[in-house]
């Protein structure tokens, strides 16, 4: 099933960094219409859940306090082959790995502090957005 929808979230090191403008510039400026935004703040039982598929990995318990540690800005992001596009737009998870011109390799610190989070398919997109987003905050 592919949809035209991904979810991402700026981060707390961005938020924290003052990236929220230049990165919300480089989503529009790649052609993604933004349908859905807010600034918000994950609970640590919040950021457990929404990352509960790495809940054996080792380094769950350090994502979980690190994305609960400050504000972040959820957003859902509508265009043609969005998971896929934003996926290439953010660029690799480890910033030093990071192509030219991603927002990983311009605004992240390291790997664990990376800036932005993007959905890996179509039905996590669809997952996450919701997790964040009631319907009628999704436009």
Sequence with gaps: MTTNRTFTMIKP????NGHIGNILAMITNAGFRIVSL?????TVADAQAFYAVH????????LVDFMSSG????AILEKE???ADFRTLIGATNPAEAAEGTIRKLYATSMGEN???GSDSDENA??????H????EQF
């Design 81 to 83: 082959n969005a998971v």
């Design 55 to 62: 809940a054996q990995r080792p380094f769950y318990g350090e």
């Design 133 to 136: 987003f009631s319907g009628r």
């Design 126 to 131: 669809a997952i996450e957005g919701n997790f």
């Design 71 to 74: 504000p972040i800005v959820a």
């Design 38 to 42: 807010k600034l918000t703040q994950l």
């Design 13 to 16: 090191d961005a938020v924290a």
């Design 115 to 117: 800036a932005v989070h």
